[in-house]
Every structure is written in structure tokens, then in C-alpha cells.
């Protein structure tokens, strides 16, 4: 009878054990927590502030919404059917493409993270950061001396009551930029705060739109959230270099004298029409060549314009300094080549070392789909190829 009991018992815990979810249920916020749990409790625990810790990153900058309802809505869609070790990749994917510095395999860095909300009181909240205030520092990123300053590195930090700077690390404030001139908002970039020494957002002035800024002076306005409050604070009028904006090129004017004229057979009297006028449609590689030197030389807009692919979405998207193309520095191509080129569409294989703002090199090969567009092409497609 013993045996028997022993072997109900086994059975029950087997059941119980093999009911766990493996993978993310994103049906309804209740599944996609209960699934979301299972996965954490099956691993070890440093593995599981880890895992904790990729969640939260990709519910802050993976997913686009507004609000702690509608991201973890749009999170669980975005998770639907993936296991742990792909949520651990797109966290690294996401944190890299948003310079920061957190990686799955690193020790835990940001604390003890629940994008649920915590049930239940924990010994120590990193994030209830003891800070009365906000500053903002802005520092000049050095040109040449005769187009002047690039751009205006922009630092939050935060204040104790007698405005000395706040010492804490370890944490995770999701740190938000805005930036308008005249009322009009320009750009928006998000970034994580894990330090007194977090070195801020860069704004290059080749990325802002030179008819959007109003009087030369944009405003800046910073938010940081910690657990128990939102900081703000906004700077006015903060003067910007004027012949360092973005201004898109002028219209190129056709030579009437270039145009072939109609010709007179001396000997018939008959006018010879002149031949028709070729595609001027450039080599592909051409288009992908200067695509990359606009990005290299951070003229992100002239490179948006030769684009047309929607997954890139708008120009401040496209140019993001933290999550898009404006985290490039530098551009250096190792090859080139056109596989396909036919019936007004191509590819273009590039393979090329690029370095980010913070210094790092990536080697990547990518795969460029162009179309043809009114005698020019146009990028559609954007593939990253495995190594």
C-alpha cells in the first residue's frame, strides 16, 4: 500500500513538473505571466535575475508603446513561443543596438528586476534612488575649426537637496530625451541610468533638420524614473551650430544644351530625331557605396533619402543615436559585390567594419535590396548575414 502511495506521489510530481511552460504564452497578460514564471523558476538563480533582467530591457526598448499596460501587451506579443535562450539573444541584440552596457553573460548589473511589479517587499529597491532633483550638464562635441562644434553631448544627473550629485549603481532608470525647437518636437531617444557615471546622450547636429530648428536654439527636456518618482527637467534655448545642421541638397537643374538635338541629312534635307536618352539608372553598388559614406560621415539624412524600406520607419528613427543607424562613428568596407541585377531590382553584398559611438567594432556582412526608382535605386531591404 506504501509502494502504491509512494508511486501516486511520483506520478503527481512528474505532472506537476512536466505542466511547467517551456515557452512564452502571450495570449493574455495572466498567460504570458504564468508562462514567464515557469521559465524563471527553472533555472538557477543567478540565471534568473539574468533572465529577469533581459525582460526588462526588452519591455523599456524592444517594444514600442506607451505605459506599463500597453508594453507588456506589446512584449507578449513580441515573445509569443520564445524560449529562454532567444529572449536572452534579443536582449543582447537590443541592448547593443542601444549602446548599453549589459550583456546575458555578464553577472546580474541592474538588480532585481520584475516588469510585473513587485508582489511582495524586497530587502533593497535599486532603483529607489534617494535624489531630490535633476541637472542637466551639456558639453560641445568638437569639429573642425571652421565648421565649429558637431553636435552637444547631454548629461543627466542626479541632486540631493544641496545639489551635490547622488552616488548609486547598479540600478536601471530608464533616462528619456526629448528634444523641439519652437514647440515642435524633433527627436526622441531612451537610454538606462545605472550610475552617477552615466555619460549621457549624444545629439550630432547632422542628424536635426535645419528647417525644424527654430532661431538656431533647440530645447532640451530630460526625464529620469525612479521607483517612487519621475525627475524632470528642461533646458531652453540651448544654442546650436547653424552650419553644422542638416540641410537637404538643392534640386540639380538639367542643361537644356546637354539635350541632344535633332540633326539635317545634308544630302535628303531629312531631320534625324536624336537617339533616345539611356537609363541613368547608376551601378547598385554605387548606391549602397555612398549609402554607407553618408553613414560614416553621420549625414544620416542623406542616407534616409536613398532608402525606401519600411521596417526603417521615420528619419528620427532611422538616425536614433541609440537605437538606430545615428550609433555609427565610423564605416570602413572590406568588399563589395552585385550577385543580382535584373528586371529593375538588385542585390548588393557588403562586408564591413563598423564602429559605434562608444568606440566598439563590428565586423558584419549585409545583404542590400535595391529597386529602381525614377532612374535611381532605392534601398528596400536590410539583411544581416551569419558570420
Known amino acids: 500500500m506504501k509502494f502504491l502511495k509512494y508511486c501516486l506521489l511520483a506520478s503527481l510530481l512528474i505532472f506537476t513538473i512536466?505542466?511547467?511552460?517551456?515557452?512564452?504564452?502571450?495570449?493574455?497578460r495572466m498567460s504570458f505571466q504564468e508562462s514567464i514564471n515557469d521559465m524563471a523558476s527553472s533555472?538557477?538563480?543567478l540565471k534568473q535575475v539574468k533572465f529577469n533582467e533581459a525582460l526588462y530591457i526588452l519591455k523599456t526598448f524592444g517594444v514600442e508603446a506607451d505605459g506599463d499596460v500597453a508594453e507588456i501587451a506589446a512584449l507578449g506579443k513580441l515573445l509569443h513561443g520564445k524560449t529562454t535562450q532567444e529572449i536572452l539573444a534579443m536582449a543582447d541584440e537590443v541592448a547593443r543596438k542601444n549602446g548599453i552596457a549589459w550583456s546575458s553573460t555578464a553577472p546580474p548589473s541592474l538588480g532585481q528586476m520584475n516588469i510585473f511589479g513587485n508582489d511582495t517587499a524586497t530587502e533593497k529597491d535599486v532603483n529607489d534612488i534617494d535624489?531630490?532633483?535633476?541637472?542637466?550638464?551639456?558639453?560641445?562635441?568638437?569639429?573642425?575649426?571652421?565648421t565649429g562644434p558637431k553636435g552637444l553631448i547631454v548629461i543627466p544627473q542626479l541632486i540631493d537637496n544641496n545639489g551635490r550629485k547622488v552616488d548609486f549603481e547598479g540600478a536601471a532608470l530608464e533616462t528619456i530625451l526629448e528634444v523641439s525647437s519652437g514647440g515642435t518636437k524633433i527627436a526622441t531617444f531612451k537610454n538606462l541610468m545605472q550610475d552617477n557615471a552615466f555619460r549621457g546622450f549624444t545629439i550630432r547636429y547632422a542628424s536635426l533638420p535645419k528647417d525644424k530648428i527654430f532661431e538656431d536654439k533647440i530645447d532640451i527636456k530630460l526625464s529620469v524614473k525612479t521607483t517612487k518618482k519621475l525627475l524632470q527637467m528642461t533646458k531652453m534655448g540651448v544654442p546650436v551650430n547653424a552650419n553644422a545642421l542638416y540641410s537637404p541638397p538643392a534640386p540639380q537643374v538639367v542643361d537644356s544644351l546637354q539635350v541632344a538635338q535633332p540633326e539635317v541629312d545634308p544630302d535628303t534635307g531629312e531631320i534625324i530625331a536624336p537617339p533616345a536618352p539611356k537609363p541613368s539608372n547608376p551601378d547598385p553598388k554605387t548606391t549602397v557605396s555612398k549609402f554607407l559614406n553618408n553613414l560614416s560621415s553621420q549625414n544620416f539624412k542623406a542616407a534616409y533619402d536613398m532608402a525606401e524600406n519600411p521596417n526603417w520607419g521615420s528619419y528620427d528613427k532611422f538616425a536614433n543615436p541609440n537605437s538606430g543607424f545615428g550609433s555609427v562613428k565610423k564605416i570602413v568596407v572590406k568588399n563589395i559585390t552585385v550577385p543580382y541585377n535584373k528586371d529593375n531590382s538588385a542585390n548588393v553584398n557588403v562586408t564591413y567594419e563598423v564602429t559605434d559611438k562608444n568606440g566598439k567594432v563590428n565586423s558584419l556582412n549585409v545583404t542590400y535590396g535595391l529597386k529602381a526608382v525614377n532612374n535611381n535605386w532605392k534601398i528596400t531591404t536590410y539583411k544581416i548575414n551569419n558570420p
Open 18 to 28: 512536466s505542466c511547467k511552460k517551456t515557452k512564452v504564452d502571450g495570449t493574455n
Open 131 to 146: 535624489a531630490a532633483g535633476l541637472n542637466i550638464v551639456i558639453r560641445n562635441i568638437a569639429g573642425d575649426s571652421l
Open 43 to 45: 533555472l538557477p538563480t
